[in-house]
């Protein structure tokens, strides 16, 4: 049993972060000069973005149950 | 579905040892309920147990917030919920995260604070080689032993030992999962009278999503599971390609750190590069982890980890990068190759500089190669583009790097008895200037000068690098 494509998107966050983080930290280390607030903000954004996306694709790949047609007696 | 009474649910070995403690998060606490719980597994009045916490949070500060995390992460609650587990699940608890993730920031923040637990001076801006490594034992270690202590766990439980003991044992269920209780109201009574923490079990009992068997003295046979399918689909972990990519790739970023160290490219501890760089490849694997549909598990618990000493990293990265340069050996340090020195071989400066300045004044003796005497104990960095007026310096490390535009004006002067001694890399030349109190070296094009003062002889050693303009 594996997790739906949703849930895998999800899931990659986790990984999305610690790439991202370790990134950074070899951009410091490196001597270069890294925008903390401009980090964060992009980090923040591309976080939300993913999750909002995840979100959406959750509810759209969600088919609406089939509308069942009461049947009268007569029929 | 109906779960039949007292099945344990597949679940890793730790979480299954965790609910055998018997101790639940009390419905009653104000974070997570954890004080509330303990102090009822210990038959303790709650009021009492939390002066007794904050007490001790005063007196070992982040010891007791990093520990109150792990309490409000791992313990169950009366429905046998564990935020961590159910984070594993894809049914995150957002608000029990961001609380137990700002306990443990103001945990590790608090802990150089403690007056018995001191493991060195934060931030890093002081801290030598040794004192950095013992920061990252001390942050590491912890973090290996309980990885240890979970894979010894998961690993026992996989292979399925008989004589699990599930006495106190809470467990959880999955939405949408219905379970029957067995609990009587008698035996629920009973346990109340002991005193155990999950006493309110026919609260919880009737809850859709808990089955307690605290009363297992009463109830028919809880440690006896019937074979039937697990209430939730398994999914699997990483697996053993993927523990084996992390390896290799920690095996990879030691070779490639190691490299670049005897090339003389790197800028900090060679320790803390390679653990930067396993952890970015980390992240990479977690995410094809993620797209192959397995669970993180192991590999995301230690990604997590790394998230910690990575804040920490990139906060004090200056300070990382300025240690390594103090300590480091100038034999690591990017000089041009040295040719074989020969001390008497007294070279005549003035030629080599007659083409770029106007005025040349060398008052000391020269001789071809990059050589710097003794060891480097701290160094500093300047650069003089750009200079628009006068700038006076008083050198205070040993070595100072100085990179400047070619024909940019340079004195030094050696005011307090001092000896100089300046290296030209690329102009293959070292200088020595006398302590004689005067001005020994004056290049000049009648612009701007950098004034270097030489009055320490701790800090009299000039590296200059010229660039083009």
């Known amino acids: 049993m594996r997790r739906r494509f949703v849930q895998r998107l999800t899931s990659a966050v986790v990984g999305g972060v610690v790439t991202a983080m370790g990134g950074l930290a070899i951009a410091t280390l490196s001597g270069r000069e890294v925008d903390v607030e401009l980090a964060a903000i992009i980090a923040l954004t591309a976080t939300g973005g993913w999750l909002l996306l995840t979100a959406l694709l959750t509810s759209l790949r969600r088919t609406p149950a089939p509308s069942v047609t009461p049947t009268s007696p007569e029929d | ?469």
């Open chain 2, 1 to 469: 579905m109906t779960t039949p009474p007292g099945t344990p649910p597949h679940e890793a070995g730790l979480f299954s040892a965790i609910r055998g403690w018997g101790i639940t998060r009390g419905e009653r606490g104000v974070f997570g309920g954890v004080v509330d719980g303990v102090a009822h597994r210990v038959g303790l009045a709650t009021a009492a147990a939390r002066v007794i916490v904050v007490i001790a949070a005063i007196f070992l500060n982040g010891v007791v917030l990093l520990a109150y995390a792990a309490a409000w992460a791992f313990l169950p609650d009366k429905r046998g919920a564990i935020i961590i587990q159910n984070f594993g699940r894809g049914m995150p608890n957002v608000g029990a995260l961001i609380g137990i993730g700002l306990l443990t920031l103001m945990g590790f923040g608090g802990l150089d604070n403690g007056l018995t637990y001191h493991v060195g001076d934060f931030p890093l801006s002081h801290a030598g080689p040794w004192r950095i490594l013992i920061i990252l034992f001390a942050v590491s270690v912890p973090v290996v032993i309980v990885g240890g202590v979970i894979w010894l766990i998961v690993a026992l439980s996989r292979r399925g030992r008989p004589g699990h003991d599930n006495t106190h044992t809470v467990w959880a269920a999955m939405p949408g999962q219905t379970t029957t209780t067995p609990v009587s109201p008698a035996a629920d009574a009973n346990a109340a009278d002991a005193g155990v923490a999950d006493t309110n079990a026919a609260d919880a009992g009737v809850a859709d999503a808990a089955t307690d068997t605290s009363s297992a003295t009463t109830s028919a046979s809880p440690t006896t599971a019937p074979a039937h399918p697990s209430p939730w689909p398994r999914i699997p972990g990483p697996g053993g390609g993927f523990y084996l990519a992390t390896f290799a790739w920690g095996l990879l970023a030691a070779a490639a750190v190691v490299m670049a160290r005897r090339n003389g490219e790197l800028a900090v501890y060679p320790g803390i590069a390679w653990f930067a760089t396993f952890a970015t490849g980390l992240g990479v694997l977690l995410i094809f982890v993620s797209l192959s549909g397995r669970k993180l598990g192991f590999l995301g618990f230690v990604g997590i980890m790394a998230l910690i000493p990575l804040t920490g990293i990139i906060a004090n990265a200056d300070d990382l990068r300025d240690s390594y340069a103090r300590h480091e050996p100038l034999s690591a340090v990017d000089l041009r190759p040295e040719r074989p020195h020969r001390p008497h071989d007294v070279v005549e400066p003035a030629r080599q500089f007659t083409g770029d300045y106007s005025r040349v004044v060398f008052n000391g003796s020269c001789s071809p190669g990059a050589q710097v005497h003794g060891e480097s104990t701290s160094s500093a960095y300047i650069s003089g583009q750009g200079l628009s007026q006068d700038e006076l310096i008083e050198l205070t490390s040993k070595t100072t790097y100085v990179t400047v535009t070619t024909g940019t004006s340079i004195t030094v002067d050696t005011p307090g008895g001092t000896p100089a001694h300046v290296v030209w890399p690329d102009r293959n030349l070292s200088c020595d200037f006398p302590a004689d109190g005067t001005t020994n070296l004056i290049l000049s094009n009648g612009g701007p000068r950098m004034i270097l003062v030489v009055d320490r002889d701790e800090a009299n050693v000039i590296v200059v690098t010229e660039v083009a303009p």
